[in-house]
């Protein structure tokens, strides 16, 4: 099962009828030791810019 990584509001089913497995980003964003690594990391992969409060 693959997992696919989603930052917004989607319809979920679509990904379990594909037989894959949804994973909300922002949760393994918040939820990490280091989400600014995440940032980083998902920023140099090509995703666009993330803004960040704090």
Known sequence: MKNIGFTTSIPVE???AA???PVDLNNV???NDNP???IEVAENAGS???PVRG
């Open 36 to 38: 600014g690594k995440l």
């Open 48 to 50: 666009p810019e993330i």
């Open 29 to 31: 964003f918040i939820t």
């Open 14 to 16: 679509v990904i379990f």
């Open 19 to 21: 037989g894959h497995k």
